[in-house]
């Protein structure tokens, strides 16, 4: 091979890997604007603020992302808004006129928390706790995790294939016909047998929905940017507060947490087919969590964590490699000093993105499905099963203002079937383990 055609092959894998970064970047930005501006709109934040929670929030999405990538868990497993953090956003503005005076004063008392929550993180690394919560999640307790979370969020994604929202309640036929159409192009090309088809699949599938969309009348809306570019602020709305509330919902909090990004490493293992187990990698990602905590705090952001998604991500694109990943999460940050382009990439049609996802999410399924094949005591998944599965499905569809009179916390985790049945699941299998131990060292005695 002469060395115009080293140079030329290089240079083609040095296009691929930028192309994967930017498809990471579309995904992640994609996946994640949609909590910050509700949690402005909860707030009745200016556009200036609004604009501002938009940045501070994508900038620690990416930072997060990079650092786990780069010396945390290092898997490709983009960070979004947290869950857990979004419902305690939600709670907190029904507080305000009651136990804070203004918006603000909720605000400050939520970036106090997530400071609270970045300290917990590391002191729960630096004592190696985080080891000990990882050997609970057996392949039963991961596929729980895996039916409950795809269970939560496919409600979701049918609401916003159908085009509904808060202010429009009502199907419309041509989104969701056009979000079909997305759905099956997304499909098809992750099944191509073009590697670059396939790799891409997600960006292309989003550059035709946006195509389509167009065509058919659904011209995106770009909000104006005052400022080519603009740094985000520290403590935007004022000097977090601590108070016993917050430093008790931060603790519960934490652990939650916990679980959801162990949860997500542990799915990611499996899809890059580890065999050598790194005992470390929860160590270094806990202390990475709480570093990107402390950053979400001072900068007033929605608390992150990893995504359970991203496993599906690398099913459908094949797209393993952490230096894509890691250029991706650059790209994020970049973007987001620059206001014009990130409203570019925000102005993607919701449908579209929730109609890629669901897609991912289907791969899922399958990953859920796998765990099952590790199980060694069947009769005890099935009970285990049966069980969280019924009471985290069932929490879904109780309405939040049956709990609205509990405490913030209590009312998070009531809220969210996915914790609830997740914890549940761990405790019934624990218990049940240890009774047939104990089963089993009574036997021995009887024998002997």
């Known amino acids: 091979m002469d060395k115009s055609s080293v140079v030329r092959e290089e240079s083609e894998k040095e296009m691929k890997v ?80 009651g136990l804070y005076s203004s918006n603000n004063g909720a605000l400050q008392a939520l970036s106090g928390a997530m400071i609270i929550s970045g300290v917990l993180f590391i002191l ?13 999640f057996t392949p039963t307790i991961t596929f729980i995790y895996l039916l409950l979370l795809i269970f939560q969020l496919s409600g979701s994604f049918m609401k916003g294939m159908m085009g509904i929202t808060t202010t429009h309640t009502m199907l419309d036929v041509k989104v969701f016909i056009l979000s079909v159409i997305v759905v099956c192009i997304t499909f098809w090309l992750g099944k191509s047998r073009f590697v670059v088809l396939s790799q891409f699949s997600i960006i292309f599938s989003i550059l035709i929905g946006c195509l389509l969309f167009i065509i058919c009348g659904n011209i995106p809306v770009f909000s104006h940017a005052d400022t080519l570019f603009k740094l985000p602020k520290i403590f935007p709305f004022g000097r977090p507060q601590f108070d016993a509330g917050t430093i008790t919902t931060a603790f519960l909090l934490t652990l939650l947490l916990i679980t959801n990004a162990v949860a997500s490493i542990r799915l990611m293992e499996t899809v ?4 050598q187990l790194d005992h470390r990698r929860y160590l270094r990602a806990g202390f990475t969590s709480g570093i990107t905590h402390l950053i979400s705090g001072g900068l007033g952001a929605v608390g992150s964590v990893p995504i359970s998604g991203a496993a599906g991500y690398v099913e459908q694109t094949g797209m393993k490699e952490r230096r894509s990943f890691l250029i991706g999460c650059c790209f994020v940050i970049s973007i987001s000093l620059f206001p014009p382009m990130m409203n570019v990439i925000s102005a993607i049609p919701a449908p579209i993105g929730y109609s890629v996802t669901f897609v991912i999410f289907v791969k899922m399924v399958g990953l859920a499905l796998k765990e099952l094949k590790k199980v060694i005591h069947e009769e005890r998944t099935f009970i285990v099963s049966g069980i969280s599965l019924l009471v985290g499905v069932g929490l879904m569809f ?42 089993y060292e009574d036997s021995k005695k009887i024998n002997r």
């Open 124 to 136: 729960i690394s630096v004592f190696k706790l985080m080891d000990k919560i990882a050997r609970l």
């Open 272 to 275: 890059m087919k580890q065999k």
């Open 18 to 97: 930028i192309l994967s970064g930017l498809q990471w970047m579309i995904f992640m930005i994609a996946g994640a604007i949609a909590a910050p501006i509700a949690i402005a709109d909860l707030y009745n934040l200016t556009p200036i603020e609004t604009s501002g929670l938009i940045q501070s929030t994508m900038i620690t999405l990416g930072i997060a992302g990079f650092l786990q990538g780069l010396m945390g868990h290092k898997f490709p497993i983009h960070e979004g808004p947290a869950g857990l953090w979004w419902s305690i956003f939600t709670i907190y503005a029904s507080l305000v006129g």
């Open 398 to 439: 109780i309405p939040s203002s049956a709990t609205a009179h509990l405490s913030p916390i209590v009312i998070a985790i009531l809220n969210n079937g996915l914790i609830c049945g997740s914890l549940l699941a761990i405790i019934l299998e624990q218990g049940l383990m240890w009774k047939d131990a104990f089963r």
